[in-house]
């Protein structure tokens, strides 16, 4: 999507992209090491143990690849830590042009980098800065204002809602990334995920609603979802399909490591055009 600042020039950001890959995705990986997974546990319950484990997470490294509704294909590298909360992801988007992005979550921003192509746009910076309080105060709210809010999604939300499937069930045994994994799949309706919540505490509940939400947005009404679980009851590998407004989402995130720290630093002011100042100036 694009972005208008600065007496309307627009800054192509690939906002969209961003807002699935937050907000989509799983879990946990296992570890290389890992012996055969637990092929002999309901698929119930070794759904339900996987997801379980991760709420203990405090950071990850996953993979990313797939499609996304009005975007094609997309293709990413992240670290996440949830304590603080902080990300970085490197994408790119093969159907919109040959340009890579790199995003930043930290101290409660969002930071959008266009490398070289985007400075010879914006006066010699790289960064675009997305603060969703600064613009809430300011009366705006654009989409940046609204991704900035999903960087808060626990993924760890998104392996629960294959407990909710009606037709969940074992389809094998598989090697993913060197690790044995048992593989899990169902589908599941957004009504049957709305039902999920009503034993959580408030502020999973919270989490959780925000998640369904974002594919409610989308025009999904129901995910297929995929699960690889390794011998340790990790998530090594999910997927999530759907048919959306704009187009289908088939999203598969793989898990290199897990419980490693995790830096992000912000980007040098020098470099970055903070969009909430931007606004504030057009509109004095």
């Not at 012996?35 to 759904?47: E, F, L």
């Not at 009606?166 to 309706?189: A, F, N």
């Not at 989490?207 to 369904?212: P, V």
Request: proline content about 4%.
């Amino acid at each position: 999507m694009s972005i208008s600042v600065r007496g309307g020039r627009k800054r192509t950001a690939g906002v969209a992209l961003a807002a699935v890959l937050l907000g989509g995705g799983a879990v946990s990986c296992g570890s290389e090491k890992s012996d055969k997974a637990g092929a002999d546990m309901a698929p119930v319950a070794a759904v339900k143990k996987a997801a379980a484990k991760t709420e203990d997470l405090t950071s990850f490294t996953f993979r990313m690849k797939g499609s996304a509704p009005g975007d094609g294909r997309v293709q990413a590298d992240a670290s996440m830590s949830t304590e603080p909360l902080a990300m970085q992801m490197k994408m790119s988007a093969p159907d919109q042009g040959p340009d890579k992005v790199e995003l930043r979550y930290v101290g409660g921003a969002l930071y959008l980098g266009g490398g070289a192509a985007a400075a010879k746009e914006m006066d010699g910076k790289s960064w675009i800065k997305f603060d969703a309080k600064t613009l809430a105060e300011q009366g705006g709210k654009p989409a940046a204002s609204s991704l900035s809010g999903q960087a808060d999604n626990n993924p760890a939300d998104q392996s629960a809602f294959l407990t909710g499937s009606k037709d969940l069930k074992k389809v094998g045994t598989e090697p993913v990334g060197g690790v044995e994994t048992t593989h899990y799949t169902g589908t599941v309706t957004m009504d049957q995920l709305h039902k999920l919540l009503k034993d959580e505490d408030a502020a999973t509940k919270k989490r959780r609603e925000k998640s369904i939400k974002q594919y409610e947005d989308m025009g999904i009404k129901q995910l297929t979802m995929d699960m690889w679980v390794d011998g340790e009851d990790h998530t090594k590998q999910f997927r999530a399909r759907g048919k959306a407004d704009k187009g289908a989402l088939d999203m598969t995130f793989t898990f290199l490591d897990y419980n490693k720290p995790v830096h992000v630093e912000a980007p040098p002011k020098k470099l970055v055009m903070d969009l909430g100042a931007e606004m504030k100036g057009l509109q004095g």
